[in-house]
């Protein structure tokens, strides 16, 4: 069973960036899609992006085109969000998670789950 451990949250100014990582363990990473959610306070989890099996292909909530970078590294076992020009509104704990699926934002299409990390944007 892949497990998903997420790194590289925390606090940044409005403006500012962070990459996300998820580390994956297990032979079989490369036979997964990979996306990212987020949960903010009160809120349902909600899409973020999604990343195809060999990071050919990729695609967002429309909300984050243009800020937000989603990519893979087979290789390393490991996938990656970057977050540029952040907004206080994007503040949430975010999660990786796995799906034999590509081109699905439905959270009970994806298998696995990491613990998720939070990001806090400061005004």
């Known amino acids: 069973q892949v497990q998903l451990v997420e790194s590289g949250g925390g606090l940044v100014q409005a403006g500012g960036s962070l990459r996300l990582s998820c580390a994956a363990s297990?032979?079989?990473?490369?036979?997964?899609?990979m996306g990212w959610f987020r949960q903010a306070p009160g809120k349902e989890r909600e899409f973020v992006a999604q990343?195809?099996?060999?990071?050919?292909?990729?695609y967002y909530a429309d909300s984050l085109k243009g800020r937000f970078t989603i990519s893979r590294d087979n290789g390393k076992n490991t996938a990656y969000l970057q977050m540029n020009s952040l907004k206080p509104e994007d503040t949430a704990v975010y999660y990786c998670?796995?799906?034999?699926?590509?081109?699905?934002?439905?959270?009970?299409?994806?298998?696995?789950w990491g613990q998720g990390t939070q990001v806090t944007v400061s005004s």
């Open positions: 998670a796995g799906s034999r699926k590509y081109g699905t934002t439905l959270l009970h299409m994806y298998d696995l």
């Open positions: 297990g032979p079989t990473f490369s036979s997964y899609a």
């Open positions: 990343i195809n099996r060999s990071g050919g292909f990729a």
